[in-house]
């Protein structure tokens, strides 16, 4: 009796294989991508994704309500329909923002992140303005001196060298406000209590403080040292008196300080 011989089994090549299961992926990630973009159309369709919220950060000067109507968000529309860079050129036109980002936050909101643009003293001249850090020339909130910052004065006060909206074209004021922001960093307790810094007839920056008012002279180079002079003298003063206890000191002198006491 004849054994049947069993057929041997074809062996399919390792690059069909491949083929196949690389054509599966393909397929399932064009099914997958199908599905996504019917979704998200169908979201669409269905106002899932319209937009109902602005989250606003970083804003401490500006209100949220007057970032938010700088931004003229158009609400009820798809997130995926408005310009991101039309919302920013429009904030970032405000003088008091320095810039911002703008971004989606799906479903329903967006984010508007503020970086403003920090008043370090005003400038006295026929109508008030602002600068800040930079020299950059910003107009008055409100018509109010809202802010705790020193007032220049004594500097020229051609209109044109204030260019709203622009940086400051006066270099004597331009290296005041460098010299206020170093006050700022190195020494905080006196620039919240600077009423006034102006320069004299001799061009030299004399600083006058809110309260008595005392009067600091300063010479016309070496302005930080001078700055690291005062603070020492101020420490050594603590607990006993005070620069207020003076009514005028004066750095003029190298590596020493004249003051005259309040009679």
Same mark, same amino acid.
């Given at each position: *009796? +004849?054994r049947?011989?069993?057929? $041997?089994?074809?062996?399919?090549p390792?690059?069909?294989?491949?083929?196949?299961?690389?054509?599966?992926? %393909?397929?399932?990630?064009? $099914?997958?991508?199908?599905?996504?973009?019917?979704?998200? $159309?169908?979201?669409?369709?269905?106002g899932?994704?319209?937009?109902?919220?602005?989250?606003?950060r970083? &804003?401490?000067?500006?209100? +949220?309500? @007057?970032?938010?109507?700088?931004a003229?968000?158009?609400?009820a529309?798809? =997130?995926? @329909?408005?310009s991101?860079? @039309?919302?920013?050129? /429009?904030?970032?036109?405000?003088?008091?923002?320095?810039?911002? /980002?703008?971004? +989606?936050?799906?479903?329903?909101?967006?984010?508007?992140? %503020?970086?403003?643009?920090?008043? %370090?003293?005003?400038? &006295?001249? !026929?109508?008030? =303005?602002v600068?800040?850090?930079?020299?950059?020339?910003?107009?008055?909130?409100?018509?109010? *001196?809202?802010?705790?910052?020193?007032?220049?004065t004594?500097? &020229?006060? $051609?209109?044109?060298?204030?260019?709203?909206?622009?940086?400051?074209?006066?270099?004597?004021?331009?290296e005041?406000?460098?010299?206020l922001?170093?006050?700022?960093?190195?020494f !905080?307790?006196?620039?919240?209590d600077?009423?006034e810094?102006?320069?004299?007839?001799?061009d030299?920056?004399? *600083?006058?403080?809110?309260?008595?008012?005392t +009067?600091?002279?300063?010479? !016309?180079?070496d302005?930080?040292?001078?700055?690291?002079?005062l603070? @020492?003298?101020?420490a050594t003063?603590?607990?006993?008196?005070?620069?207020?206890? #003076?009514?005028?000191?004066?750095?003029? #002198?190298? &590596?020493?300080?004249?003051v /005259?006491? /309040?009679?």
């Amino acid at each position: *009796m +004849r054994r049947k011989k069993k057929k $041997a089994k074809r062996k399919i090549p390792n690059w069909v294989q491949l083929t196949g299961i690389w054509a599966a992926g %393909v397929l399932s990630i064009l $099914a997958l991508a199908g599905v996504t973009n019917y979704s998200i $159309a169908w979201s669409e369709a269905a106002g899932s994704f319209d937009l109902t919220a602005t989250v606003v950060r970083g &804003n401490s000067i500006l209100g +949220r309500d @007057e970032v938010t109507a700088l931004a003229k968000v158009p609400f009820a529309q798809s =997130l995926n @329909e408005i310009s991101l860079d @039309e919302i920013q050129r /429009r904030i970032e036109a405000h003088p008091y923002v320095k810039g911002a /980002r703008v971004s +989606r936050r799906f479903p329903k909101s967006i984010t508007v992140d %503020v970086v403003e643009r920090q008043p %370090v003293a005003y400038i &006295n001249l !026929p109508s008030f =303005l602002v600068v800040d850090e930079d020299g950059f020339v910003m107009p008055l909130r409100h018509g109010d *001196m809202e802010f705790n910052v020193p007032t220049l004065t004594g500097f &020229n006060n $051609a209109g044109e060298l204030y260019p709203v909206g622009e940086k400051c074209l006066s270099q004597k004021t331009l290296e005041a406000i460098e010299y206020l922001t170093s006050v700022k960093g190195q020494f !905080p307790e006196l620039f919240a209590d600077i009423s006034e810094l102006t320069v004299d007839k001799s061009d030299e920056y004399v *600083m006058v403080l809110a309260e008595q008012p005392t +009067r600091i002279h300063f010479g !016309p180079s070496d302005m930080l040292g001078q700055l690291g002079l005062l603070k @020492e003298f101020n420490a050594t003063l603590s607990g006993v008196k005070s620069l207020h206890s #003076y009514s005028y000191v004066d750095l003029r #002198y190298k &590596n020493q300080i004249v003051v /005259r006491e /309040r009679t």
